[in-house]
C-alpha cells in the first residue's frame, strides 16, 4: 500500500461581518490575487460573518456597554470546530482586542496592523497618516505597532476625524456613495502635516479604493492583510503592488 504524503492545504478562517461590505471585499481580494490557475489553486476558506457582533468603536469610546469581545470569541471557536487552521480578521478596530483574542486561541491569528506597520518599515515610510474609525484613534492601537517600527503615526485634526467617521458609517456602512472630495481633503491635511503615506486603516475605507483610484501614496491596510494571508497559507500573491510615492507633493 502507498503512503500518501501529500500535505494537507490550510483552511484559513475568516472572523468577518465587522462590517459585511469589508469581509465580502477581503474575499474578492483573496481570490483576486492568489496565484491559480484552476479552482483548486485556491485557498479553502471559512467565513464567519457576524454582522449582529456589537460596534467596536461604540464600545472602546465608551458609547455602548456592550463588549464585542465575548462574541469574537464564540466566533473564533467556532471556526476552529469547522476546521480553520488560521485566522484573519478583516477590521482594524477589532484588533483593539487582539492580544485577548489571540489569548483565547491557540489558531494563529494575522495582525493587520502588525503587517501594515511592517510593510511602511520596509517600503522607508518614517511618518504615516491614519485614517480610521474614532475607536482606532482614541485607543491609540496602530500608534503601538507602528512606533515599534519606528514610525510616527500622524492623526487627523479633530474636524477632518469627524469627516472621517461620518464617511465609514453615514456613507459607506449606510450604503450610500462616499464623499471622495470630503475624504481627499482630510488626506491632503496629513500630507501637509508631513505625512509621507497615508493608511487606510479602516476597512470600509477600503471600499473607497475599490472603486475610487487613489495617488500612490496610500497604503491600504486590507491590501497588506490580503497578501500575508495569500502567504501564510502557502500561496503565492500576486498583483499587488506596494512602493513608497515618488515625490512628497500633495494629492
Do not use: W
Not at 467565513?47 to 456597554?65: F, L, M, Q, V, W
Not at 500608534?143 to 500622524?154: K, M, N, Q, V
Amino acid at each position: 500500500m502507498t503512503e500518501n504524503n501529500t500535505k494537507k492545504a490550510p483552511v484559513l478562517g475568516i472572523l468577518g461581518g465587522l462590517g459585511p461590505m469589508a469581509t465580502a471585499y477581503f474575499y474578492e481580494l483573496l481570490i483576486a490575487h492568489t496565484k491559480a490557475a484552476c479552482d483548486q489553486d485556491h485557498i479553502d476558506i471559512l467565513i464567519n460573518s457576524h454582522a449582529t457582533t456589537p460596534d467596536r468603536t461604540a464600545y472602546i469610546t465608551g458609547k455602548s456597554e456592550e463588549n464585542p469581545l465575548s462574541v469574537m470569541i464564540e466566533d473564533l471557536h467556532r471556526l476552529k470546530i469547522y476546521g480553520a487552521d488560521l485566522v484573519a480578521i478583516p477590521c482594524n478596530t477589532a484588533h483593539y482586542f487582539y492580544d485577548r483574542l489571540k489569548a483565547s486561541t491557540d489558531l494563529p491569528i494575522l495582525n493587520i496592523m502588525q503587517e501594515t506597520a511592517a510593510k511602511l518599515a520596509s517600503l522607508g515610510v518614517r511618518r504615516a497618516g491614519i485614517l480610521a474609525t474614532d475607536g482606532t484613534i482614541v485607543s491609540g492601537t496602530y500608534d503601538r505597532y507602528l512606533t515599534a517600527y519606528g514610525i510616527e503615526c500622524i492623526r487627523p485634526r479633530a474636524q477632518d476625524q469627524n469627516t472621517v467617521m461620518r464617511i465609514i458609517y453615514d456613507e459607506i456602512k449606510n450604503g450610500k456613495t462616499p464623499d471622495v472630495t470630503a475624504f481627499l481633503t482630510v488626506c491632503e491635511h496629513l500630507r501637509a502635516e508631513g505625512a509621507q503615506m497615508l493608511i487606510l486603516g479602516c476597512t470600509e475605507l477600503s471600499l473607497i479604493k475599490k472603486h475610487h483610484p487613489l495617488p500612490p501614496c496610500f497604503i491600504d491596510s486590507l491590501d497588506v492583510l490580503a497578501a500575508a494571508t495569500i502567504e501564510a497559507c502557502g500561496k503565492t500573491p500576486v498583483g499587488f503592488d506596494f512602493h513608497a510615492p515618488a515625490s512628497e507633493r500633495l494629492l
